[in-house]
């Protein structure tokens, strides 16, 4: 196998071996990803992460 790009990357969370689908993809599951910010963001959930977000956007708009 000579030239062979390795394409599998290294999911943060589980360490488990897979293909990404996108090059910026640091974990194997949006599971995976969840897991990873729960536990470096305990304090808010992704529902809440995400409210923030769309209330942020709002507020760009309205400006
Ligand atoms: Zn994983």
Redesign the pocket.
């Known amino acids: 196998m000579r030239g062979e790009k390795k394409l599998e990357k290294k999911?943060e969370?589980?360490g488990?071996e897979f293909i990404p689908k996108r090059y910026w993809q640091r974990?194997?599951?949006s599971k995976?990803r969840w897991r990873y910010w729960e536990r470096n963001h305990p304090r808010i959930s992704i529902e809440e992460y995400e409210e923030l977000n769309k209330l942020r956007k709002k507020i760009n708009e309205s400006r």
Do not use: A, G
């Open positions: 999911c969370f589980c488990r974990f194997c599951s995976c």
